[in-house]
């Protein structure tokens, strides 16, 4: 009955936590510049002759092996694929070139270490969620800085603002013309559309003109990405928050008309709605804390059990006890632990400890005293191993190499009083 009870309890935690994340899908697929940049990496190769070539990448998933994979774009690693190093914390991380297509520029990198807790998979918007004139941002790492520091860190990442100017096609590739600064070294970084997701590749800067610059679509990548078996995240033109819908390009390059809003469609208080769904999410939030507190609240008082019973194998008979040992204070507060003839040990070390301390609990020892009861003399032997001390109450510790020969009553606790117990003979 306890056990299908706890299955109630979780499937019952599991839907409230998805009725939660409904509503807030959203906001969580979706991210701004700030966060954006610990996603961004500065990437480096040199030529035959030692010259230097930086470009920049982003992180969009990981393979089915759950390596975590960029994408950037080919000229950037071109000079020596071979050679091909991603900086992370300013330290360069040698990766491999798993895939490219050299005709559209394009490399996807999969690097030799862990990108860092706060790296997320950049969210992949398609062109269909993009109108001519929406506000984006191209991140990056140019090489010319005014502070003249070639520093990779996340707060190094530029990000210049602009718009996108037109749809086109290029060499058989569709790009977004955006006037967004680009300048070198901002090869391969993610153009952000000002709704949180990355919609193009930095690509290139026209010579002799300002503020023209192209990013080659994401939808370029995504061959890429499957046939590597990338997990992504690709944002519809439907699912995108707040995003005007406009339908894809023609392959001749031509836009279709945009269509006229339906009257149901300017009547619809679309804006209205996002109060009560912030109220749904937060209430469902709430009652996943709540129910998740109770399931950890039973949890331990499970393990206490658990920890008081684990002297005896199941179905085997138990052993007699002679004395006890009761939790005063921490995490044995309640407990009564039966003691026989056995040696207990108490430190963090679940492999030679019967009682088992956290390993948070960095003033406790792997192994940090043993205890026994001496039948025949009535007198229970309590031994210290740890450099931090037991000490019986009132603050005499247990000597190193002299076990203390105590009766019953008697107090003592590890490191400090708030691991104390208490002995008891029967």
Not at 158 to 184: E, F, L, M
Not at 216 to 238: C, F, H, Q, R, W
Request: glycine share 10%; with cysteine; net charge neutral.
């Amino acid at each position: 009955m306890k056990k299908k009870n706890g299955r109630v309890l979780v499937a019952l935690l599991g839907a409230l936590l998805l009725f939660g994340l409904l509503p807030g899908a959203a906001l969580a697929e979706t991210v701004n510049g700030e966060s954006a940049r610990y996603s961004v990496f500065r990437v480096g190769t040199t030529d035959a002759n030692q010259v230097g070539y930086f470009g920049s990448s982003f992180y969009v998933g990981e393979d089915e092996s759950g390596a975590q994979v960029l994408l950037t774009n080919y000229h950037v690693v071109e000079p020596n694929e071979g050679a091909v190093f991603l900086y992370i914390g300013n330290k360069a991380v040698p990766c491999t070139v798993v895939a490219k297509d050299t005709a559209k520029d394009l490399a996807v990198l999969k690097p030799a270490a862990y990108l860092g807790a706060q790296a997320k998979p950049l969210p992949l918007g398609k062109e269909g969620s993009v109108t001519v004139a929406d506000v984006v941002f191209a991140l990056g790492f140019p090489t010319a800085d005014i502070s003249e520091n070639l520093s990779s860190l996340p707060e190094d990442v530029s990000v210049s603002r602009g718009g996108v100017s037109k749809k086109t096609t290029w060499q058989g590739a569709r790009y977004y013309q955006i006037d967004a600064a680009i300048n070198k070294g901002n090869s391969g970084g993610p153009l952000l559309h000002e709704k949180g997701f990355v919609i193009g590749i930095c690509t290139m800067k026209m010579d002799n003109a300002e503020r023209i610059g192209g990013a080659i679509m994401i939808e370029e990548t995504l061959p890429l990405l499957d046939g590597l078996k990338v997990n992504y995240s690709l944002l519809s033109a439907s699912s995108a928050p707040g995003v005007s819908l406009t339908p894809e390009a023609s392959p001749a390059g031509a836009e279709s008309p945009k269509p006229l809003p339906t009257e149901d469609a300017l009547a619809a208080p679309k804006k209205d709605t996002v109060p009560i769904w912030l109220g749904l999410f937060a209430l469902s939030a709430l009652l996943f804390l709540v129910l998740l507190v109770y399931l950890l609240i039973l949890r331990m008082i499970r393990k206490r059990r658990a920890r008081e019973e684990r002297f005896f194998e199941a179905g085997e008979p138990r052993l007699r006890a002679y004395a006890q040992v009761l939790g005063i204070r921490g995490v044995y507060t309640g407990s009564v632990i039966p003691l026989g003839e056995e040696t207990l040990f108490f430190g963090r070390d679940p492999q030679r400890c019967q009682i088992v301390f956290a390993q948070g609990q960095a003033q406790i020892s792997r192994v940090h005293c043993s205890l026994r009861y001496d039948v025949s003399r009535g007198m229970f032997i309590l031994e210290n191993y740890s450099r931090n001390g037991t000490f019986l109450e009132g603050g005499r510790a247990v000597e190193d190499g002299r076990p203390a020969q105590l009766r019953d009553g008697v107090r003592f606790y590890l490191a400090d009083e708030a691991n104390l117990f208490e002995l008891k003979a029967q």
